[in-house]
């Protein structure tokens, strides 16, 4: 007997089903760097269309973290999406090296500067550490598969970086935007320094919440203007705050000018509240069954002066628009020293600016009943003094928002203290900031309208900081006037050429004479830094405008949706007070990594997510799909579950190119690929439907929706694919001639699928693509990574087809209906695979003609042995009908078995050279093999 199996074209390939990805990725980028694909990029998309996306600088400080990741991988993806389109898209990796992370976590191990080691000591520690640290980081950044310029990024402690910062300071001092005032200001008393907003968090914080009495001194005038009576009861004006600390700091109680206030008098005392809180400030008091004696507006007590509770101070009655009646009393204790509202509503009065608390939040010297004290630890004691005085009418804690340093989670106070500010109304850089962000694509499109009402309500914005590892605010100011030198623009200048040689350490070394001469003594060093928000938010110019690969203003920013408030915020405010326009064309951002039930990520509550276990583990591209898989747009869920599913899904991506490379085997597209009107119909429809998602994938790429194109390329591979055309192409695959027409058109349309889906999953996939690339015949570049998107051969119109797409998809629908009963069969063990059976089908219209069409060959696309058509009056009464009128019925088959192609024929037996084979195969072993039309 023959051995038949040798005539078989069973698949062959190199390329693994599974493969240890862990271990596979390495070897891929180790060839990646050995190509050198990203200068090669350069150097081959010269003179291409430029596309900038602009990296946000994570801090180099710490290991990565899911959400370093996922930033990373998105943008990786988009590079490479660009790249495919035949773009030069240079992406420059780089870090924030400044600033109180790194500051903080050298604090720990030596101490604070001018402790046990100078300030330039720690300096050069935070340098040393913030190296390392980039080291780190650059390796598992690599180990994601992002290409970019690893071996030149920029960083923010470079001399060259440092000195452009400078020098965008300094052009934006010669604009006329920064000048030196006190103002309120975040205070952390665990940094002691002041905070910009992007550096400020809002947390839970339970406060103590007092009502206070303030003594009316006239009383006579108070009860008149609620057309009440004068007598010597006490009359107080009771304010509700929640820092009693600020107390100490009053100078004035502030009202409403337009709300109702009443006059209520509770037997042994009258009390002035606003109406509407009337009722439940009195309950908080005990004092419910006060009654009320008169009505006026604020604006009818303004100048009414009250008696400090506890100091030896008179203060006035002043009227702001800051004072609701949301909560409290409907009066509000004002401290200019420690407030924004308070600030703003005495610089109207010209109330005195007193802040009594010194940087590490003590208490100065001198300070009445709390000097020394903790701002924090003196509410217990101002409380007591309070009730002690008689003063005070409730103490009952509340839990609220509160700001808290983003980064010691501490909670914050607000010290006026003098600043260097960059003003929003000079230039009307507010406004045409809000002009900026409406000339800008948001993606998504909320993104605009967050950072709008930021920047439409945000204060002039503190660049200053009493730190020491920083770029320097390096100006000369007159120890008298505090005046800036008035050439300041050219000693700028002259501190950043020496900066560009030595670093920062040249300006905090300089001796001022060095550049001033015989008005050294005159002048003063500014010892301030700038805010590390102001480094990364001039990158547009030390990093875009002056590295020449790159371009200004970028095409694309991309960041986290905390960076509205951050290096979105502080980039446009800086790119617009420098050339009047943003400095990107686009911003894309993403949502926060939180675990499957949507808690946010904490080593406390063990539900962090490592980047470096899921590689280890999954491999690269598994990380890589869940991030293209998930909707940026929103929180981002993670967990070991959701990353096994997405491990179910690359299998199901690869096993797919597996299948096609192992199809592809002994196959040269230069000599053995069909013309496209030479191929079976089913594989034309296979070019014409991967054409059309081809189109739909590059839009998608092109709108930054990924999780589109994650789930569309799954969708072509598990459906259109693997449950429809590889299942039905195995037959003439595996029994065909090797070399015969039908196993030849099935191999030239899988060749141009896998032409397109290599590329489709390059971006996303890039290692598993990378691997598919090596196997694939004919000749092609040395990495998927520098090519561009393919182009298969034009196929005729769909109109000269005999079958059209909307014909095949109904084929599809009947195969679904028919496979339905196929399996019922299975189920019952009447049959085992789907050739055990026969399938007739009784139907009319316009479905018999479509499935005459296909004539013999509808069994082939079925999978079945026998395939046949009768009109649906001849339906027996056991048929089962689907919902178009199809009926159904499937038996198994009782022919004998080929046992070459497994089908049940009649004709098996027939040759008596070949007994144990149907017709067909033995045309295909003996003859000149078969022909096929349509399946």
């Known amino acids: 007997m023959a051995d038949y199996k040798a005539t078989l074209n069973l698949p062959q390939t190199d390329f693994p089903m599974r493969g240890n990805l862990p271990q596979r990725e390495p070897q891929t980028l180790a060839r990646w760097r050995e190509l050198d694909i990203y200068a090669r990029l350069r150097r081959e998309r010269a003179g291409r269309p430029r596309r900038v996306l602009h990296d946000g600088p994570p801090y180099a400080n710490g290991d990565i973290h899911i959400g370093h990741a996922v930033n990373k991988i998105l943008k990786d993806i988009i590079v490479k999406s660009w790249t495919l389109d035949g773009d030069d898209a240079p992406y420059v990796p780089g870090w924030d090296c400044h600033g109180l992370p790194i500051e903080h976590m050298v604090e720990k191990k030596l101490g604070k500067p001018g402790a046990k080691v100078s300030a330039g000591e720690f300096r050069a520690a935070c340098r040393d550490y913030a190296a390392r640290q980039v080291a780190g980081q650059r390796g598992d950044f690599e180990r994601l598969g992002v290409i970019g310029d690893w071996d030149d990024p920029y960083l923010t402690m470079a001399p060259q970086t440092e000195a452009d910062i400078l020098r965008a300071l300094g052009r934006i001092i010669a604009g006329g935007y920064l000048y030196k005032g006190e103002r309120p200001v975040h205070w952390c008393l665990d940094c002691r320094s002041a905070l910009a907003e992007a550096e400020v968090d809002y947390q839970d914080k339970t406060s103590p919440a007092i009502d206070v009495r303030f003594a009316v001194l006239d009383r006579a005038r108070a009860a008149a203007a609620f057309g009440a009576s004068g007598d010597d009861r006490p009359l107080s004006l009771p304010i509700w705050t929640t820092t009693p600390w600020t107390l100490p700091a009053n100078q004035a109680v502030a009202l409403n000018a337009e709300i109702e206030y009443g006059l209520y008098d509770t037997g042994s005392e009258r009390l002035i509240l606003a109406t509407e809180l009337a009722e439940t400030a009195l309950t908080r008091y005990d004092l419910a069954g006060a009654r009320p004696v008169g009505r006026c507006t604020g604006a009818a007590l303004e100048g009414l002066m009250l008696r400090h509770p506890f100091l030896d101070l008179d203060v006035p009655v002043i009227l702001g628009d800051h004072v609701t009646t949301e909560a409290g009393t409907g009066a509000v204790h004002t401290a ?99 002009t900026a962000i409406a000339q800008t694509q948001w993606t998504p499109a909320w993104g605009e309208a967050r950072i709008h009402g930021m920047i439409a309500n945000r204060p002039d914005w503190c660049v200053s900081r009493q730190r020491v590892w920083g770029v320097p605010i390096a100006l000369f100011v007159h120890r008298v006037t505090g005046e800036l030198h008035p050439r300041s623009d050219a000693l700028i200048e002259a501190v950043a050429q020496r900066i560009e040689q030595r670093g920062i350490e040249a300006w905090f070394e300089l001796d001022p004479a060095e550049l001033l001469g015989a008005e050294a003594a005159d002048y003063e060093k500014v010892p301030d830094i700038l805010d590390v928000w102001f480094d990364s938010g001039v990158t547009h110019q030390s990093v875009l405008a002056r590295r020449p690969e790159l371009g200004y203003p970028a095409e694309l920013y991309l960041e986290g949706s905390d960076q509205h408030r951050g290096w979105f915020h502080s ?58 898989s998930t909707d940026y747009s929103a929180e981002m869920s993670i967990s070991d579950e959701i990353l096994s599913r997405n491990a179910d899904a690359y299998r199901r991506l690869r096993n797919t190119a597996r299948f096609l490379l192992a199809n592809l085997a002994g196959f040269d597209p230069a000599t053995d690929a069909l013309a496209p009107e030479d191929l079976v119909a089913l594989d034309r429809w296979l070019l014409r439907r991967a054409g059309a998602l081809d189109a739909d ?42 070399d015969g027409h039908p196993r030849r058109s099935a191999q030239t349309a899988m060749y141009h699928a896998l032409e397109l889906l290599v590329r489709w999953l390059a971006p996303v996939l890039s290692f598993t693509a990378e691997e598919i690339w090596r196997c694939m015949p004919g000749d092609r570049t040395d990495s998927v990574l520098l090519t561009t998107w393919y182009a298969p051969p034009a196929l005729p119109a769909e109109d000269a087809e005999p079958l059209t797409m909307a014909a095949w998809d109904r084929v599809r629908a009947i195969r679904d209906t028919v496979n339905r009963q196929l399996e019922r069969l299975r189920v019952a063990g009447d049959i085992g695979s789907a050739l055990d059976a026969e399938v007739d089908l009784y139907v009319d219209g316009t479905d018999a003609t479509l499935l005459r069409t296909l004539g013999d060959e509808l069994r082939f696309a079925l999978i079945c042995s026998y395939a046949r058509l009768h009109p649906a009056d001849q339906r027996p009464a056991h048929a089962v009908a689907d919902e178009s009128g199809l009926w159904v019925v499937v038996s198994a088959c009782t022919h004998p078995k080929c046992v070459r192609c497994w089908h049940h024929r009649d004709d098996v037996g027939r040759h008596a050279d070949h007994p144990e084979l149907c017709g067909r195969c033995v045309e295909n072993v003996a003859g000149n093999g078969e022909q096929r039309c349509f399946a």
């Open 697 to 738: 994938l590059r839009d998608d790429y092109a709108a930054y929706q990924f999780h589109e194109v994650s789930r569309k390329i799954h969708h072509f591979c598990a459906v259109d694919l693997g449950a429809f055309y590889l299942d039905v192409i195995k037959d003439r695959q595996y029994t065909g001639q090797a």
């Open 336 to 434: 200019p020293g420690h407030g924004a509202d308070d600030f703003a509503a005495g610089k109207v009065y010209g109330l005195k600016v007193y802040n009594p608390v010194g940087s590490d939040g003590r208490f100065l010297p001198g300070t009445p009943h709390v000097e020394g004290l903790q701002v924090f630890a003196a509410n217990k004691t101002l409380i007591e003094l309070l009730r002690e005085r008689g003063a005070l009418l409730a103490d009952r804690p509340l839990q609220h928002s509160y700001p808290h340093c983003w980064r010691h989670k501490t909670p914050t106070i607000t010290r006026t203290t003098p600043q260097w500010f960059i003003s929003m109304a000079h230039a009307d850089l507010r406004g045409k900031a809000l």
């Open 571 to 628: 980039s446009l405010l800086t790119s617009v007070a420098l050339h009047g326009h943003a400095p990107y064309r686009g911003v894309l951002t993403h949502g926060f990594t939180v675990d499957a039930a949507g808690k946010k990520m904490s080593k406390s509550a063990g539900n962090v997510i490592a980047p470096q276990k899921v590689i280890n583990q999954l491999g690269a591209d598994v990380l890589r799909l869940w991030v293209a």
